[in-house]
């Protein structure tokens, strides 16, 4: 039985101002799995992923989360619907310690469940678990708590980046580039870092440049040009596809 | 040669204003003083981050960050509660303007330092606060305390009021809509003659009183914005390092990223704007009592530019440092009272030196967050 649905783009248009940048997207990524766009510069894949998140609104097309429509809502309650997002460029808060980076995944805990205070007064059981968690899967990060974020290495602000969108436990992870400007080692040791999230039961959507780690990686494939899905399929037949051999892996 | 040159330039630009004579006297100085400058210069920065490697040093020891720095505040306090006994009444009168501009500083640094928005028009909030207590005691009689809550409530709505259609905007253009509004408010309260008396302004309004106390007397006045002061500082302090202070902070570093981390960008800069007037109309009700009198004069937008020097000087974000720019600028007017016509000058040359020397501020090269 196929695992259900959880994401689904239906003929997603999105546009910055009079450029249209996604073309009539659809895509789907079902529970557990991970999926990957690859796709050149331009391709649309990371306004994809910020018209998921919300910070981009979508001119035409839905989209559906867990069988919500979640088109046009603001960011912040999508957060809390369970999509977190580690941007493009990691985007963490450079002058906020670790601590406090990763703390700040708890605004997307919604309030009825109990929302923590990343007060660190209040920091509650749950915080502690939390963060103990994601030391767990990155304990450099627990050696570095009370430095600034600005000041880690960038293999390291991608942890935090992520560690910081595992705090509010979210059922899909948006990841953008994790690989973005890393050393070939690091760049490993973060896809499988996301190999673990995805075996705890998190689905993971995964933009890359890096098109054959990618396909290793996932389940799913979907090939990106222009702004629409050229290829999709799974990452097993991709990785063998004639084309893109010849156009994404160089060969 | 480039010193000459400047020199020769300023003193042309100064010729048609005092003559030849005066003209080669201010030649000579000004290009000896750059050429001595020349060479100071580079030792200068040389010097400054020793100084600030020194400075490290002391405040790394144990003794300091155990005992020196925590009880330092206490010193303050302490120091300033005992004020009335040791200093003459104009130091007082000062004091008091100290204190009131102690209180507005940390409200625009809430929307400026915290939330990272800025905003051109607070004074408006402020004449707002001014106003209400005004006209509730001119009109109705109504004493200070039952007119505070009014006064405060008036300018925290307009906050709310302002920043619902001004949080659309970002950057530059919410800057010049908030000074728009400064200068609407300021504009209305100059012609709304019927309400405000226009450009006369409002005067006898009551000094406030504690029970049957009166406080029309400098010294009690003077604790009333001590008191006022110390809890504007407490607060703000405390709001900081609540949940509601580490999402401006986040908004403030990365509004995009913030916003993605499930923070209600929107809301909690509703909540910077209004908290940020809240302040402002307390600063504005406590003024409008000091001065028994108020007019659209003393909101201008020149007294907004004052107030986010004070925030810049000391350095967004840091409350010590905003208490700090505070007293500066309050003080040095004053101490430069003897050289009348220059003050304005020197008071902005000082804030250019220090924007060459230290951008960040004077306290801005600490982490913003507790």
Known sequence: MPAAEMLKLEDVHTFYGPVEALKGLSIEVRQGEIVCMIGNNGAGKSTALMTISGVLKPRTGAIFFCGERITGLAPHTIARMGISQVPEGRRIFPKLTVRENLEMGLYAVPARRGGDSPNRSSGSDRCESRLEKVFALFPVLKDRQKQAGGTLSGGEQQMLAIGRALMSEPKLLLLDEPSLGLAPLVAHRIFKTIQEINREGVTVLLVEQNARAALRLSHKGYVLENGRVALEGPSGELLNDERIRKTYLGE | ?370
């Not at chain 2, 107030?307 to 101490?335: D, H, Q, R, T, Y």
Request: net charge positive; with cysteine.
């Open chain 2, 1 to 370: 040669m480039k010193p000459l040159i400047i020199g020769l330039w300023l003193s042309l630009l100064f010729l048609p204003f005092k003559g030849p004579e005066a003209a080669l006297w201010f030649f000579l100085i000004s290009s000896s003083t750059l050429c001595a400058w020349k060479e100071v210069a580079p030792r200068v920065r040389t010097v400054i981050p020793a100084l600030e490697a020194g400075m490290r040093r002391l405040t790394d020891r144990a003794f300091f960050t155990e005992t020196v720095s925590p009880s330092l505040p206490y010193a303050a306090i302490a120091a300033f509660s005992l004020l009335p006994f040791l200093v003459r009444d104009y130091f007082l009168d000062v004091a008091i303007m100290v204190g009131i501009y102690v209180i507005l500083a940390l409200g625009l640094n809430v929307v400026v330092g915290f939330a990272g928005l800025l905003n051109l028009g607070f004074v408006a909030f402020y004449a707002l606060g001014a106003y209400a207590y005004a006209l509730l005691n001119t009109s109705w009689g109504i004493g200070f305390w039952t007119a505070l809550p009014f006064a405060v409530g008036l300018s925290t709505a307009a906050g709310f009021l302002l920043a619902v259609p001004a949080l659309r905007l970002r950057g530059d253009y919410l800057a010049i809509v908030t000074l728009g509004f400064g200068e609407i408010t300021r504009l209305v309260l100059n012609n709304f003659d019927s309400l405000t008396r226009g450009p006369n302004g409002i005067s006898g309004i009551a000094p406030p009183s504690f029970f049957s106390i009166h406080l029309g007397t400098l010294t009690l006045f003077y604790y009333l914005v001590f008191l006022a002061t110390l809890a504007t500082i407490f607060v703000t302090a405390r709001v900081r390092s609540s949940k509601i202070g580490r999402a401006w902070i986040a908004i403030r570093e990365d509004e995009i990223a913030a916003s993605t981390m499930g923070i209600n960008t929107t809301l909690y800069k509703l909540y910077a704007f209004a908290f940020g007037a809240f302040w402002a109309g307390l600063a504005g009700a406590i003024f409008a009592a000091k001065m028994r009198f108020v007019s659209p004069e003393s909101f201008t937008f020149l007294e907004s530019v004052l107030i986010l020097c004070m925030v810049i000087l000391g350095g967004l974000g840091s409350i010590p440092g905003v208490v700090v720019g505070a007293f500066i600028l309050v003080l040095l007017p004053e101490v430069l009272r003897e050289v009348q016509i220059y003050r304005m000058l020197a008071l902005g040359a000082g804030l250019v030196i220090l924007m060459v020397f230290r951008p960040q501020g004077l306290f801005g090269g600490k982490r913003v967050s507790p």
